[in-house]
């Protein structure tokens, strides 16, 4: 079937506009993350959905990163009065039944979107 | 916080030659994975090794767990230029959270 999709592909804003950025998970896909990936750096975690528990935001580095999901499915990363320093790619990933022992499920990514803040 | 130490952050081979990054935990895992992420592309997964001591093999690549579930490591012998991208270790600690390292940049030297 089809994989994680994202979108926009890119976003292009000015200082202060706020923008959403959209997540397709893999259908039946009960966990969603969202990770932040500045220029040639690792990922890091911002926020993650777990079928009907309260997500975990404890990576939102401001109150100005907020993200939801509707009916367990698609999520939207919402950044508020972006700032320069927010520039980086947002990825997506989805996973069948999200961490757990013995085993955590694959983390399946998408493409990202590449927002930039001039 | 818990931490996954990942080192190095870069190491520069000639082709053919070998290959190897390592994961540090300060905590004992449940499981830990491993993803590779093309330059320009996203992560792919790898492979997940659970049990202490594990050792697992894809064709040139060998990956372990510590016998103290504390430590991983991702060895690729005989690079080829397919093998460049980053290279990241995520953890599952006992909180069911999951904890990234920083990753390694494998560069093949021209």
């Known amino acids: 079937g089809a994989g994680v999709s994202q979108s926009p592909s890119n976003k292009v804003t000015e200082k202060g506009k706020d923008v959403e950025l959209r997540c397709d998970p893999i259908?039946?896909?009960?966990?969603l993350y969202w990770y932040r990936q500045s220029l040639g750096q690792g990922l890091e975690f911002l926020i993650y959905?777990?079928?009907?528990?309260?997500?975990?935001k404890s990576g939102l580095p401001s109150d100005r990163f907020s993200a939801e999901r509707t009916g367990g499915s698609v999520s939207t990363l919402t950044i508020q009065r972006t700032q320069q320093e927010d520039s980086a790619v947002y990825l997506c990933a989805s996973s069948l039944r999200g961490n757990s022992v013995p085993y955590t499920d694959t983390q399946y990514f998408g493409p990202g979107t590449r927002l930039t803040v001039l | 916080g818990q931490q996954v130490m990942q080192i190095p952050q870069y190491q520069h081979v000639q082709e053919g030659e070998d290959f190897t990054t390592y994961c540090n935990s300060s905590t004992t895992l449940s499981n830990i994975q491993w993803y590779k992420q093309r330059p320009g592309g996203h992560p792919v997964f790898l492979i997940q090794l659970v049990k202490s001591g594990e050792v697992k093999k894809q064709k040139r690549l060998t990956f372990q767990f510590g016998e103290a579930k504390k430590n991983s490591s991702l060895h690729i012998t005989a690079t080829q230029t397919t093998d460049v991208g980053t290279y990241f270790c995520a953890g599952t600690d006992s909180n069911y959270q999951l904890i990234w390292g920083a990753g390694t940049k494998l560069i093949i030297k021209p």
């Open positions: 259908s039946g896909h009960t966990a």
């Open positions: 959905f777990q079928g009907n528990s309260a997500p975990d």
